[in-house]
């Protein structure tokens, strides 16, 4: 249990992870915005519609609540993949990383690469390419060839990210909250 609480809290403090849910924050607010009362109770039509409004103002103020709880949610948990061992990376553009073992990444997957020393533009979040099984490329420039340091991460697929977002939504404007 402590070390999935510690999982959380890494991946939502995480700045790829943030600018990721941000994204999300800003479409789900879009959706909500332009949302009509429909079937909706008119109470929760405000009270989602004033979130959109205020995350459409200052995302940034709701970013942590969206951000520990889309990092909180079981599918997200799951998205994450084991840390496999960076054996090399190259200096040139796109930079090309080379694990120790099979990464089991696919193209357009998002990863995160930490604790790689030399080459160190590569680490943080990337989507990647993926050249073999042992090689991607992230979409930066090496700054010098980096030897046996550091981690690859699989995280979480963006349409997951705005799924859950979406889901929590009512929950983070106050619906169903009762006083």
């Given at each position: ?26 479409t ?82 998002f ?22 099984a ?46």
């Open positions: 249990m402590a070390s999935s609480l510690i999982t959380m809290a890494n991946l939502a403090a995480d700045p790829g992870f943030n600018s990721r849910v941000q994204a999300a924050m800003v789900a607010g879009l959706n909500v915005a332009a949302e009509i009362v429909g079937a909706q109770d008119t109470s929760a039509y405000q009270l989602r519609h004033q979130l959109a409004m205020a995350v459409l103002n200052d995302p940034a103020q709701y970013l942590s609540r969206f951000a520990w709880a889309t990092a909180a949610n079981v599918t997200i948990a799951g998205d994450i993949g084991l840390p496999v061992a960076i054996a090399s990376s190259t200096a040139a553009d796109p930079a090309a990383v080379t694990t120790a073992s099979a990464h089991g990444l696919t193209s357009g997957q990863a995160e690469i930490s604790g790689h020393l030399a080459n160190t533009v590569v680490n943080g979040t990337w989507p990647v390419t993926v050249t073999s042992t090689v991607f490329t992230v979409p930066v420039a090496g700054v010098a060839a980096g030897a046996v340091t550091g981690q690859v991460v699989l995280q979480p697929p963006d349409a997951d990210i705005q799924f859950v977002v979406n889901s929590v939504w009512s929950d983070i404007a106050g619906v169903g909250v009762t006083t």
